[in-house]
């Protein structure tokens, strides 16, 4: 840029012209004027337009951290980014938009702590309330009495302390929220502010240049009417002179009267009217004279102008906007980096509180759950009982004549003999086929064993009647068919998959139940196809955004499933492309596939993003987790499906 490559543009020249009278911002009153440091420095509180609130949370940046480091974020300036942007044409634009999208980002924070701040206002406020109300009813009912009575009492107690643990988070997470919402609010205001000053300069600036571009065409036009005047003096034509008659020339410029140079033999000054003529000429060299001083001066109040904006209000403008940035990005750093901790700090606080770490801290909830005696407590609850209910009402008589055979009570009940063998120790009554001669619900390793080949029998079977009658029907796998069907269907192939006749009518008539077979037989599967074990790798290999490299993150996953599993899964995959080569007819797509065989081959896995799953069930935090993971399934399948070839289909083949 040329307005700057004449005057050196170091901090310490921003600062040499802060004695001028234009220095003075109206909307800097705030930012004081700053002597140059030879190195970069923390900013104080005297510089923001923010006051005292702003300097708290300067403050609050350098303190030491948790982890004993200095400074949480860094707080210095960087002078390199402040040159980049005096060097740009459209520097201050780009730092307005910059922090426009701080403001957003601080916004959308405070939304998620006041959010979270509620939920776990929420959380605590129940569980306090909940801890209380189950202790008085418990008080309250004729419930045991005992070490069982203790350790309840204990359990709500130190429930209570996880509900407060929980309402200090909160009100902690709230105040940040609130923190964030003013901060944005103050950077909004004080940007405004800067950049109604900067527009302020601009404009001065341009309306300078246009002044000093109108002064010149002025002086211009009166230099082209004194030169028309001369020579029309000699009786010449303008136009022809300028084009044949190099003798005559006007000096022209700024600083220049319009004299005429007479290179040749002189001018000529006879007319039929010599005084009146004398006096026109007197007169524009007048005009010419007073516009050539309008302009001078018109050119050396712009040129101080662009001087002084270029060289210090630009710059300092641009350290402005700076600083208002770099404020909002600390504080969204350091406010994230509270919440971690706060999180953490608090997470840790419940599990001290469930599990303590020195004896001193009394026992946790596990060691007071396993402090209950329920022998002792029914020992004390008998002998208590017959205290309280001594006048019980007339029973029949325990003792009768001996002489009959009767036996006192204690003999009536000998001791069990300890060596006899214990319902569970008994020799189990299943027969052979109780013991998983069926085909579903039955292991896929074993099924392979017993059936003798790679692909599980069924598998085999269903594929190929589908593959003979069902390639060209609509909707094939999409469309369920008949509940019945299925269900006898499942019966018989249960019993003996090989006696089963698929090409008979009863299941070629619609093959929409072979299809639907072999789905259940896939949902019922003890472990799912995919496995519960390479669940979270598929999952994090389908969520990424690059094809090739999911591709290949998928393809390493494939190849780590157990042997079984990946054998069915070839032979499924090179079943599924062939509906997807007659998409034309039956309108299964690769993605309407994905959407169907996505969650049946992966099932419900153990473990869902850390919600366990209890006999096939998942626990109430897991339903969100497998919401979630429903996109990434299908998308897994997607893309096997899509590079069947590149992954099942060997060159040799």
């Known amino acids: 840029m040329d307005h700057l490559s004449s005057s050196p543009t170091s901090p310490a020249t921003y600062h040499s012209h802060s004695a001028s009278p234009m220095a003075q911002m109206q909307a800097f009153a705030v930012y004081s004027d700053r002597q140059p440091s030879p190195t970069p ?61 701080g403001m957003a980002s601080a916004r959308e924070a405070a939304v998620f702590l006041q959010k979270r701040a509620a939920l776990e206002s929420d959380l605590g406020r129940n569980m306090h309330k909940l801890a209380v109300a189950t202790a008085s009813a418990y008080a309250a009912n004729e419930c045991k009495a005992g070490s069982f009575s203790a350790a309840w009492e204990r359990a709500m107690r130190l429930h209570e302390t996880i509900a407060e643990n929980r309402l200090k988070l909160s009100a902690n997470l709230a ?40 002064a010149k065409m002025r002086f ?33 410029g700024p600083m220049g009267l319009g004299r005429v140079v007479v290179k040749g033999g002189g001018m000529l000054l006879k007319g039929k009217n010599p005084a009146g003529s004398q006096r026109q000429e007197e007169d524009i060299r007048h005009r010419l004279a007073a516009a050539s001083d309008v302009f001078h001066k018109a050119s050396l109040e712009c040129h101080g102008m662009r001087q002084e904006y270029f060289n210090l209000q630009l710059p300092k403008i641009l350290r402005a906007l700076k600083e208002l940035s770099d404020e909002i990005d600390t504080a969204m750093q350091f406010h994230l980096s509270k919440y971690a901790y706060l999180l953490e700090s608090s997470l840790l606080s419940d599990a001290v509180t469930l599990v303590p770490k020195e004896e001193g801290d009394g026992p946790g909830l596990k060691a007071i759950m396993e402090s209950i005696d329920n022998r002792t407590d029914f020992k004390s609850y008998v002998q208590n009982y017959r205290i309280a209910h001594p006048n019980f009402p007339r029973t029949p008589r325990r003792d009768g004549p001996p002489e009959h055979g009767y036996l006192t009570p204690s ?21 052979p086929s109780d013991r998983g001669g069926g085909t579903f619900g039955v292991d896929l390793v074993e099924q392979m064993e017993r059936d003798g080949g790679q692909v599980p029998r069924i598998v085999i079977k269903c594929c190929e009647a589908i593959e003979k009658y069902g390639l060209d029907v609509q909707g094939i796998y999409r469309l369920n068919g008949t509940m019945t069907k299925i269900a006898r269907l499942k019966e018989l192939m249960d019993r003996d998959v090989d006696s089963v006749d698929l090409d008979a009518d009863e299941w070629t008539s619609d093959i929409n139940n072979v299809a639907g077979l072999l789905k259940m037989w896939l949902r019922e599967l ?75 081959v992966f099932g419900s896995p ?48």
Do not use: W
């Not at 940046?61 to 459209?90: C, H, K, W, Y």
């Not at 669940?535 to 993150?553: C, K, Q, S, T, W």
């Not at 299964?588 to 994905?594: G, L």
């Not at 897991?622 to 919401?627: D, E, L």
């Open 41 to 101: 420095r923390t900013r104080s509180s005297t510089e923001s337009s923010v006051t005292k609130s702003s300097a708290r949370r300067r403050d609050s940046l350098q303190q030491a951290s948790p982890d004993g480091q200095d400074e949480i974020v860094p707080t210095t300036f960087d002078e390199s980014a402040l040159r980049i942007l005096i060097d740009m044409d459209n520097g201050v634009n780009c730092i307005l938009d910059r922090i426009k999208q």
């Open 175 to 214: 105040e940040m929220s609130d923190e964030l919402s003013s901060l944005a609010k103050e950077i909004d205001r004080n940007r405004k502010q800067v950049k109604d000053t900067h527009t302020g300069y601009e404009r001065n600036l341009l309306e300078s240049e246009a002044n000093m571009d109108k």
């Open 220 to 252: 211009d036009g009166i230099q082209d009417e004194l030169e028309r005047f001369l020579m029309t003096k000699e009786g010449e034509n303008p136009k022809d002179a300028r084009q044949t008659s190099p003798q005559i020339s006007v000096k022209r």
């Open 411 to 431: 003999s009536a009940y000998p001791t069990p003999n300890r060596n006899l063998p214990s319902q569970h120790n008994l020799p189990s009554s299943r027969g």
């Open 526 to 600: 003890p472990e799912p196809l995919m496995t519960s074990a390479l669940y979270p790798g598929f999952m994090e290999a389908a969520r990424n955004d690059v094809d090739r490299l999911r591709h290949i993150r998928l393809h390493e996953r494939v190849n780590d499933l157990p042997d079984a599993n990946y054998s069915t899964l070839k032979y499924l995959m090179g079943h599924l492309n062939k509906i997807v080569r007659h998409q034309d007819v039956n309108s299964m797509t690769v993605h309407n596939i994905a959407i169907i065989f996505g969650p049946t």
């Open 606 to 653: 153990q473990l869902f993003n850390g919600h366990s799953a209890i006999n096939g069930v998942p626990s109430p935090g897991a339903g969100g987790a497998m919401i979630n993971d429903m996109g990434a399934q299908n998308k897994a399948i997607e893309t096997i499906l899509e590079r069947y070839e590149d992954i099942f289909v060997e060159e040799a083949e």
